[in-house]
Nanobody, 123 residues
Framework: RVQLVESGGGLVEVGGSLRLSCKAS????????MAWFRQAPGKEREGVAS???????TYVDSVKGRFTISQDNAKNTLYLQMNNLKPEDTAVYYC?????????????????WGQGTQVTVSS
């Protein structure tokens, strides 16, 4: 059974940085596309960044130039480095894994999900 466990969320001031981690068990990144999604109160879940088994990345426009998705295959861990954080980045961030992903920022393409980690950016 695939397990995804996120960590690294917290409270940060505007302009600050956080690095989220997602430890994956019983899957290999060679077989899965991985992604970060977020959901703010009262809003739909949004795809933030993805990385496919070949290392190609995709970002939503609002985070381009500020967020970087990466993965460490040896540690089976996915990361999201978030810099220059803004209040609108406040959300619960989820890690997701999908075997057969066509639209990389579309949540229904992913079948495995973590429990989420809260990111709060204070102004």
């Amino acid at each position: 059974r695939v397990q995804l466990v996120e960590s690294g969320g917290g409270l940060v001031e505007v302009g600050g940085s956080l690095r989220l981690s997602c430890k994956a068990s019983t899957l290999t990144f060679d077989d899965y596309a991985m992604a970060w999604f977020r959901q703010a109160p009262g809003k739909e879940r949004e795809g933030v960044a993805s990385i496919d088994p070949d290392g190609r990345t995709t970002y939503v426009d609002s985070v381009k130039g500020r967020f970087t998705i990466s993965q460490d295959n040896a540690k089976n861990t996915l990361y999201l480095q978030m810099n220059n954080l803004k209040p609108e980045d406040t959300a619960v961030y989820y890690c997701a894994a999908g075997r057969y992903v066509a639209d990389h920022l579309r949540d229904i393409e992913y079948e495995q999900w973590g429990q989420g980690t809260q990111v709060t950016v204070s102004s």
